[in-house]
T-cell receptor, first 114, second 114 residues
Framework: AAGVIQSPRHLIKEKRETATLKCYPIPRHDTVYWYQQGPGQDPQFLISFYEKMQSDKGSIPDRFSAQQFSDYHSELNMSSLELGDSALYFC?????????????FGPGTRLTVL | GENVEQHPSTLSVQEGDSAVIKCTYSDSASNYFPWYKQELGKGPQLIIDIRSNVGEKKDQRIAVTLNKTAKHFSLHITETQPEDSAVYFCAASIVNTGFQKLVFGTGTRLLVSP
């Protein structure tokens, strides 16, 4: 079965640079979630989109923005990168509806800020 | 907001033994409780989930129990195998305008020794 696709898998940036992470949800899924996972920590919710509209917002810095496109893929844009942004970034997707909203996670993008 | 506590942080068992991981949540409105297994460098993989209208769910060697009154839920793995070694996260969902963001526990590192 098709899974969530994330690109790139690894990304190295310098401080103050920008980064764009991409997420391609499972076919037919209409909701995308972004999570950040620091070393040895649990995933922290950043933001989610349903049908191209922001549906919820968590602990996402103002330097970050995201959007969902007409083909349901999503991009997380990160500017003025800081050392503390180094983490694994996961995208998850789901299909809205009772008992179908299970979130399936992608393999993640490992961002390293030097 | 929702807070999820998870215990133990590490768990070592011998192959064939059972393993139990426990979580408590704070928000009585939470109604969906998934468990994810995360191997090193990979994304969280859903292994089982339970909704608040069910007290117990089983899938082969894995079972989850939910006590809504006490606000706690547990993962039970029987006949453990070395390939069960990983970090396990419990999570709880908060329904917010119809969309469910996940709040994770801090994770349990399970080590199954042959």
């Amino acid at each position: 079965a098709a899974g969530v696709i994330q690109s790139p898998r690894h990304l190295i940036k310098e401080k103050r640079e920008t980064a764009t992470l991409k997420c391609y949800p499972i076919p037919r899924h209409d909701t995308v979630y972004w999570y950040q996972q620091g070393p040895g920590q649990d995933p922290q919710f950043l933001i989610s989109f349903y049908e191209k509209m922001q549906s919820d917002k968590g602990s996402i810095p103002d330097r970050f923005s995201a959007q969902q496109f007409s083909d349901y893929h999503s991009e997380l844009n990160m500017s003025s990168l800081e050392l503390g942004d180094s983490a694994l970034y996961f995208c998850a997707s789901s299909l809205r509806g009772p008992n179908t909203d299970t979130q399936y996670f992608g393999p993640g993008t490992r961002l390293t800020v030097l | 907001g929702e807070n999820v506590e998870q215990h133990p942080s590490t768990l070592s068992v011998q192959e064939g033994d059972s393993a139990v991981i426990k979580c408590t949540y704070s928000d009585s409105a939470s109604n969906y409780f998934p468990w994810y297994k995360q191997e090193l460098g990979k994304g969280p993989q859903l292994i089982i989930d339970i909704r608040s209208n069910v007290g117990e769910k089983k899938d082969q060697r894995i079972a989850v129990t939910l006590n809504k009154t006490a606000k706690h839920f547990s993962l039970h793995i029987t006949e453990t195998q070395p390939e069960d070694s990983a970090v396990y996260f419990c999570a709880a969902s908060i329904v917010n305008t119809g969309f469910q963001k996940l709040v994770f526990g801090t994770g349990t590192r399970l080590l199954v020794s042959p």
